[in-house]
């Protein structure tokens, strides 16, 4: 995507880790501009994956950081992480686009399918158009904080820890409802005839 945010950096501050650039970009807009640009790859892919629209998907990620620079003086650790901080204003923002517009939110299959069976690949699991529409359709029906957790967890590759800062849990729920996530996904594939065994056989939790 092409990116707004054009800034005159120095070399040193790439070294900086972000607790500390915070602090500088209260005040400095290279500051800023370098954690807008450690961050716009991921945030833009993880609004991506929850609008399915590249459209708006810049759109709502140049809304992240306008809203993140606009409010940065304010911004204080406390535990959550600026990374956190930023998926947190992605999360409400999609979450304003979905109700605004009245759509359903789209997670690629592909990115996570691999989590219900870690021996199958994607394309000897979905042969066909049609097996693939039943998998995205029951992602569909999961509840958007499930939706939320595998796109962090299968599109990000953020580790349960990370999850649990963006989401405001522990780590040990993110694993909870990781795990009851995987079981109601693999029960409502069965009911499709699209994976062999009894529900909630054979989950395997990946640990972060």
């Known amino acids: 995507m092409?990116?707004?945010?054009?800034?005159k950096s120095k070399q040193n501050l790439k070294d900086l880790p972000d607790s500390e650039l915070v602090v500088l970009a209260k005040s400095n807009n290279d500051?800023?501009?370098?954690?807008?640009?450690?961050?716009v790859d991921k945030i833009y892919r993880y609004v991506y994956y929850r609008t399915g629209n590249?459209?708006?998907?810049?759109?709502?990620?140049?809304?992240?950081?306008?809203r993140a620079m606009s409010h940065i003086e304010n911004y204080t650790e406390r535990g959550v992480p600026f990374q956190a901080w930023l998926y947190r204003i992605a999360h409400n923002l999609v979450a304003n686009w979905h109700r605004d517009r009245s759509r359903r939110k789209i997670i690629p299959l592909e990115e996570f399918v691999?989590?219900?069976?870690?021996?199958?690949?994607?394309?000897?699991?979905?042969e066909n158009a049609e097996e693939r529409e039943f998998l995205l359709a029951a992602i569909r029906r999961l509840p958007a904080e499930r939706q939320q957790l595998l796109t962090l967890?299968?599109?990000?590759?953020?580790?349960?820890?990370?999850?649990?800062?963006?989401?405001?849990?522990?780590?040990?729920?993110?694993?909870?409802?990781y795990h009851r996530t995987l079981i109601a996904l693999r029960e409502d594939l069965q009911t499709?005839?699209?994976?062999?065994?009894?529900?909630?056989?054979?989950?395997?939790s990946k640990q972060g």
């Not at 092409?2 to 800034?7: G, I, N």
């Not at 590249?54 to 950081?65: G, I, K, M, P, S």
């Open 54 to 66: 590249q459209h708006d998907a810049e759109d709502l990620t140049a809304r992240v950081f306008f």
């Open 192 to 204: 499709q005839n699209l994976l062999p065994g009894n529900p909630g056989e054979n989950i395997q």
């Open 114 to 126: 691999t989590s219900l069976h870690s021996d199958t690949p994607p394309d000897e699991l979905a």
């Open 31 to 39: 500051a800023f501009g370098e954690l807008y640009e450690r961050y």
């Open 153 to 177: 967890k299968f599109v990000e590759r953020l580790s349960n820890a990370a999850i649990a800062d963006i989401m405001g849990r522990t780590e040990g729920a993110i694993k909870s409802l």
């Open 2 to 7: 092409a990116k707004f945010w054009q800034r």
